[in-house]
């Protein structure tokens, strides 16, 4: 099908650590996207990737598409108070396509 | 810079009730969108709309939905008669071409009693 399974579910983590999360399908996405969504909003765009391989950063954010094309993650070096949220992996199956299929967002909660 | 912005932020209904929930998506763009999220799950696809019909919608989006763009800036979404799973939030999103990306709006939460 066209499941997105996102890992880990949540995270607990100090203010400065790095995070890592990673989303997988059992079939080829061609594009993918990472969201972040805070509480009582819509998800906010943080990075695309259209190629498999690509390594893609936006500030302390870095996210590759993997070489599969059925694996994504995400990276956040150095974290702070204000990363605090839910983090989406979203996805095209076709270039071009309407349809976006999400990941089951991961949680992640900082510790001061 | 421009945003999708969405009308109510909370709806309250009761059960069989119609409801018709507001997006005006931005102002250059051509494709339309409406997702739910229930509460706690992932955002869920609903349907996709371009030039003025609807290009895919989804399981979820049966004969008591209905979308449409009344004028040049509004895109709405009304469901029929309210059902309790109804209740998530909605939220739409635009993109500028087929090759963009999707922009959200901060969703309406809708509440069925």
């Known amino acids: 099908g066209q499941q997105l399974n996102q890992s880990p579910q949540s995270m607990f983590i100090q203010e400065g650590e790095d995070v890592s999360m990673n989303c997988t399908s059992s079939?080829?996405?061609?594009?993918w996207l990472w969201y972040k969504q805070d509480p009582g909003e819509g998800p906010v765009l943080l990075i695309a990737?259209?190629?498999?391989?690509e390594l893609t950063s936006n500030g302390r954010l870095t996210a590759q598409f993997g070489i599969t094309r059925k694996d994504s993650f995400l990276n956040i070096s150095a974290s702070i108070p204000s990363d605090v949220g839910i983090y989406f992996c979203?996805?095209?199956?076709?270039?071009?396509?309407?349809?976006?299929?999400f990941g089951q967002g991961t949680r992640l909660t900082i510790n001061p | 810079e421009p945003e999708v912005t969405q009308t109510p932020s909370h709806q309250v209904t009761q059960m069989g009730q119609e409801v018709i929930l507001h997006c005006v998506p931005i102002?250059?763009?051509?494709?339309f969108y409406w997702y739910r999220q229930i509460l706690g799950q992932k955002v869920e696809f609903l349907v996709s709309?371009?030039?003025?019909?609807?290009?895919?919608k989804s399981e979820i989006f049966d004969d008591q939905f209905s979308v449409e763009r009344p004028d040049g800036s509004n895109f709405t979404l009304k469901i029929r008669s309210t059902k309790l799973e109804d209740s998530a939030m909605y939220f739409c999103?635009?993109?500028?071409?087929?090759?963009?990306?999707?922009?959200f709006g901060p969703g309406t939460r809708l509440t069925v009693l």
């Open positions: 999103a635009s993109r500028e071409g087929a090759y963009n990306e999707q922009f």
């Open positions: 079939s080829i996405f061609n594009t």
């Open positions: 990737l259209y190629k498999a391989g």
């Open positions: 979203a996805g095209h199956k076709i270039q071009g396509a309407q349809k976006l299929v």
């Open positions: 102002s250059n763009h051509l494709y």
């Open positions: 709309f371009y030039n003025n019909e609807i290009s895919e």
